[in-house]
């Protein structure tokens, strides 16, 4: 346990609470952010375990009271330290937040607990209420710790070492030690290796040469792990199974072979979820459940392939049509003129057609020139130049050829939403397929041939996309958006992950986050400018204070400053905007949130264009006054009753927190017009 405190004392210092969730009835994860770091996962176990964990392990759908209640008072709090209560197994974190000093009391023995408490240790909140014989563990009580049986290795002094052992009289020297000085039976038995002592000796007969010697070993020990100076390694048996997990070299397992590690907490983290939970995961993996997956995304990508290339196709068809009609603009407009002079002469439309149909089939106009009559919407179909399309008597031939543009035009935006939403569809399949791989190579492993494939597991989850810890849509026609979340990930965001072809947005209003469109080597487009704009406009203040709308600007890299006009420095997450900024005035405030069901159930959140090119199932969001649990029910609710019956059930239960994120300050109400 010193080993771990020490590395996490390091680890998870200046961090803050990101999110929190509840894995089973006993495991807790913090998900900390740490300023230009990936993020830190601290898995918690009561009663067994507590290290930093590289494993993204899957989340309950709904967490559990405990999970919200730690949620309430800990998201977004700072780490103030870690610490072990004497050599208990019995930790202590420390949280800043708005409220005071917040401390989680995490017990490793026994059946273990979580306890939140706050800086007078009264309770606020545990993961086990009960009452006990020597103390309670209630709430608005007063937090008592379990009285010590052992004493403090680190304080005991020889002399009273040795009066300990002494008074054990005929107990054996090994069951004395982890009874005086509370180290686990292992370590025990490793002192007296070293010493040389054997471990079944009896305490009576020691000689204070061999008390000496004993006291000498375990300072040693101790000054190993108190310094630092580990060799944290995982213990092999003759099969490649795990045998343990130690934080320094020991004699009892010279000739064993092992797995060394960086640090004590990767050694655990590979221990602990490698042995205890591999099996058990691999060993149910439904490969059945990921090809189905896959061929369901194959459908979906080819569905999407074969509708984008019609829309492009009818998108190129209308322009040429449209081409066509003013290609042939004199001829058709005397023909209509004709028409429409012998209608307000008296003659009906059937007879005027009944003529013209009769002068095609002698001849008198070209036979491919009019094909019918739609005498319900008072149309020609023409055939011309190969083309064969409806002309509207009632219209100018301006109107017609304009309506085919803006068909086409329309096709092509269609088309360019639906690429976005191939892309993701294309992702999708290729983490099935990596996974199906996976899980089928891994079915087959040896359990010494596993460590290899978990490591390659382990890499994926580390290996996220950079934007993932920041606020981010695509846009509906495919270009990367990523948002600041606060002034610690605005400065990162610019900083690092910014470039001078990118687009940086603000709204024009205190209070509102750095928004960047990605370029990535295309001219950024008008609608992605659109998008992003009321992306800034919608997660700033104004949304907050229930305005209708906000101006935002945009700007390039090289316009953004950490000097004020008069040398002044710019606070933390904050720039100084030097040159023209680029204005759009009065962006409306709202966002949608749609709901895509699969095999598993997601949801997307952004600009309604961005949303509507990925689901038709979503709904509308603007400011207003519901706000919390409250208005994501209404969401979830709302969304729920955009899908068929089927897909209902296909959903299953989900949570109102998946959709939390993508509603600014988690504040609003449903626009039933837009949605």
Not at 180 to 194: D, N, Q, T
Request: charged share 30%.
């Amino acid at each position: 346990m010193v080993a771990v405190i020490k590395e996490l004392k390091q680890t998870l210092a200046d961090s803050r609470v990101n999110n929190i969730y509840q894995l089973d009835e006993k495991t807790v994860i913090f998900k900390l952010h740490k300023t230009d770091l990936p993020p830190i996962r601290l898995v918690i176990e009561a009663g067994r375990r507590l290290h930093a964990t590289s494993y993204a392990e899957e989340n309950p759908a709904e967490p559990p009271s405990f999970c919200m209640a730690l949620r309430k008072y800990l998201r977004n709090a700072w780490v103030a330290g870690i610490d072990q209560y004497e050599f208990e197994r019995i930790v202590t974190v420390s949280f800043r937040t708005k409220t005071g000093l917040l401390k989680l009391v995490v017990e490793l023995f026994g059946e273990g607990n979580i306890i939140l408490t706050n800086e007078q240790n009264v309770i606020i909140h545990a993961l086990a209420f009960k009452k006990m014989r020597d103390r309670d563990i209630l709430h608005n009580v007063v937090l008592e710790l379990p009285p010590s049986s052992s004493k403090n290795p680190f304080k005991v002094t020889q002399g009273e070492l040795e009066e300990a052992l002494k008074n054990a009289g005929e107990t054996e020297v090994v069951r004395a030690i982890v009874r005086f000085l509370g180290v686990g039976g292992v370590y025990a038995e490793e002192i007296l290796l070293r010493a040389n002592i054997d471990k079944a000796k009896h305490c009576s007969v020691l000689i204070s040469d061999e008390v000496k010697g004993i006291f000498g070993v375990l300072q040693t020990l101790l000054a190993a792990v108190s310094g630092g100076n580990l060799e944290a390694c995982i213990v092999l048996g003759e099969d490649g199974d795990f045998v343990d997990v130690v934080p320094i070299k020991l004699k009892r397992y010279e000739g064993c072979k092992t797995q060394v590690y960086d640090s004590f907490n990767q050694a655990l983290d590979e221990f602990y979820l490698r042995v205890i939970t591999a099996e058990r995961a691999f060993a149910s993996v439904e490969v059945d459940k990921l090809k189905k997956e896959g061929e369901r995304l194959r459908r979906v990508v080819a569905e999407q392939e074969k509708s984008i290339h019609e829309d492009e196709a009818k998108a190129e068809r209308d322009k040429l049509i449209g081409d066509t009609i003013y290609a042939h603009f004199n001829e058709l407009q005397t023909f209509q003129e004709q028409l429409l002079k012998a209608n307000n002469q008296g003659h009906n439309w059937e007879a005027i057609i009944q003529q013209v149909m009769a002068a095609k089939k002698l001849g008198k106009i070209p036979s491919t020139y009019v094909e019918s009559f739609d005498g319900k919407n008072l149309a020609l179909n023409l055939s011309m130049d190969n083309f064969h399309y409806s002309f509207n008597l009632r219209d100018s031939l301006f109107d017609n050829a304009n309506r085919y543009y803006e068909h086409g035009k329309r096709a092509k935006e269609k088309s360019q939403g639906a690429l976005s939403a191939l892309q993701d569809s294309k992702r999708k399949l290729a983490k099935i397929d990596w996974e199906l791989a996976e899980a089928e190579e891994i079915k087959s492993l040896k359990p010494a041939e596993m460590m290899e494939a978990l490591s390659k597991r382990k890499v994926a989850f580390e290996n996220k996309e950079w934007y993932e810890k920041f606020r981010w849509f695509t846009s509906s026609d495919g270009f990367l958006v990523v948002a600041g979340k606060d002034t610690v990930s605005n400065e990162v965001l610019v900083k690092k992950y910014t470039i001078q072809d990118d687009a940086v947005f603000h709204a024009e209003i205190t209070g509102a986050p750095f928004v960047v469109i990605k370029s990535e080597g295309r001219p950024i487009s008008e609608q992605a400018l659109r998008e992003a704009g009321v992306f800034a406009g919608s997660f700033s203040r104004a949304w907050r204070e229930n305005a209708g709308s906000v101006d935002v600007y945009w700007v390039k890299l090289d316009q953004l400053s950490k000097s004020g006009p008069s040398g002044e420095s710019v606070p933390h997450g904050a720039f100084f905007v030097v040159g023209k900024r680029n204005w759009l005035r009065n962006v409306p405030l709202r966002v949608a949130v749609g709901i895509i069901v699969g095999e598993e159930t997601s949801f997307v959140g952004g600009p309604v264009e961005a949303v509507k090119a990925k689901t038709k199932a979503y709904v509308v969001i603007v400011p207003g006054d519901m706000a919390g649990k409250e208005l994501l029910k209404q969401i979830l609710k709302s969304l729920m009753l955009k899908l068929t019956k089927e897909l209902r059930e296909k959903a299953g239960k989900t949570s109102i927190e998946q959709i939390r994120e993508f509603v600014p300050y988690t504040k609003g109400t449903i626009n039933l017009k837009a949605t």
